[in-house]
């Protein structure tokens, strides 16, 4: 059973920078396409950012394009979104979540591919 634990958020101020990280634990790391997806407050959960199996391909929210980076590393099993610039409509919960039958080539943005999801991780971005 795959397991996902997020850390890294916080309260910030705008414009400062966070870093959230998920360690995956649970199958072969590798063999996964991985997600971060966020949910504010009456809002759907929506797609932040994916990355490939082998980070190939990413694709990103264009609400966060510039602003975020996608990254993994299959030695470690984790995941990283760095975010810069942050603004008062990034505060959500923001999730992980394991696409465990992802493309051979590419990656799927839709957030019924990702089966497997952390706990969450809350980011607010307040003055």
């Known amino acids: 059973q795959v397991q996902l634990v997020e850390s890294g958020g916080g309260l910030v101020q705008p414009g400062d920078s966070l870093r959230l990280s998920c360690v995956v634990s649970?199958?072969?790391?590798?063999?996964?396409?991985m997600g971060w997806f966020r949910q504010a407050p009456g809002k759907e959960r929506e797609l932040v950012a994916v990355?490939?199996?082998?980070?190939?391909?990413?694709n990103y929210a264009d609400s966060v394009i510039g602003r975020f980076t996608i990254s993994r590393d299959n030695a470690q099993n984790t995941v990283t979104l760095q975010m810069y610039s942050l603004r008062p409509d990034d505060t959500a919960v923001y999730y992980c979540a394991a696409d465990q039958k992802p493309l051979l080539l590419g990656v799927r943005s839709e957030r019924a591919a990702y089966k497997s999801w952390g706990q969450g991780t809350q980011v607010t971005v307040s003055s």
């Open positions: 990355i490939s199996r082998n980070g190939d391909w990413k």
């Open positions: 649970g199958g072969t790391f590798s063999n996964y396409g």
